[in-house]
């Protein structure tokens, strides 16, 4: 395993993949989730670049110190995987909170993000869906994640999904073996803590950006994305058809082709030599 260590000494671990002379591509997963969540992604994604897909704070094989935590600190994470890994800049595609992270990246350090794609994501907070990140804290900490999943699974899948839950299932089942509930809180609880200033500073951005989101999600409905959008100058919005907050393993082959696409549009011509050896 890799690791690298943040700037509070917080030990972080992370995988690489792809083509070593592929242009780099930080993949930044959401609340709960870790490297393995971009298993519908490995192969579409190292096909080209060079992928770097780390654990955040308290989930995975990274640690998981008591929290509070930061998203300001957790951007700076992998800002630290990044550094690690030998790349001055890098495309970044983050889902979900891992698109907040993604978002923070890109407006600290704008010289670093070669293009951004945000996916089942927003900018700010919206009343229902603090109370609902409550209740998550709540349940995880006294009645453990297991039961959280039970609960909220609709939240995250679409009802099709659920009656074909794998490979949904390598994504669902690390949430309810591998992650502590404490780690699980303490990163709900740095969404919860973080104010709106965030969706002010986005018309900063003048990187290549994609917005994308299943047109079934009902954490981040639509209207996230399109606010997204508007916000950041130039950006393209795409609303998959039929997806859910887990739209990237749901419907992972439309998600692929989009994602690529965008990717492919901002980066330069590349011999089909330099993508032979795959890491």
């Known amino acids: 395993m890799t690791y690298v260590r943040a700037e509070d000494g917080t ?28 298993i519908m992604q490995r192969r579409a994604f190292g096909a080209r670049y060079r992928c770097i897909a780390f654990d955040n704070r308290g989930v995975g094989s990274s640690d998981k110190p008591p929290g509070p935590y930061d998203l300001e600190v957790m951007a700076g994470d992998a800002v630290a995987v990044l550094d690690a890994a030998g790349h001055p800049s890098t495309h970044v595609v983050g889902v979900s909170m891992g698109g907040i992270l993604a978002q923070i990246l890109a407006v600290r350090n704008p010289d670093q993000v ?109 209207g996230d994305s399109e606010e997204l959008a508007e916000r950041i100058p130039g950006a393209e919005l795409v609303v998959i058809r039929g997806g859910a907050h887990m739209v990237q393993a749901e419907h992972a082959g439309t998600f692929n082709r989009v994602v690529r696409r965008h990717l492919d549009a901002h980066s330069e011509p590349v011999a089909p030599e330099d993508l032979a050896e795959v890491g």
């Open 114 to 222: 070669r293009s951004l794609t945000l996916a089942a994501t927003a900018c700010r907070h919206l009343p229902w869906r603090r109370e609902l990140l409550g209740r998550w804290v709540e349940t995880a900490e006294t009645e453990g994640m297991g039961t959280f999943v039970r609960d909220n699974v609709r939240w995250l899948l679409g009802q099709r999904s659920l009656r074909r839950i794998w490979p949904l299932a390598a994504i669902l089942a690390p949430l309810v073996v591998n992650v502590p509930p404490h780690g699980f809180a303490a990163q709900a609880r740095a969404i919860l803590a973080t104010d709106d200033a965030l969706a002010d500073e986005l018309g900063t951005l003048r990187v290549p950006t994609l917005v994308t989101v299943g047109s079934q999600d009902i954490l981040t409905p639509r």
């Open 11 to 38: 030990r972080l671990h992370y995988q690489v993949w792809g083509p070593r002379h592929g242009e780099p591509l930080l993949l930044v997963h959401g609340l709960g989730a870790d490297h393995r969540g971009w």
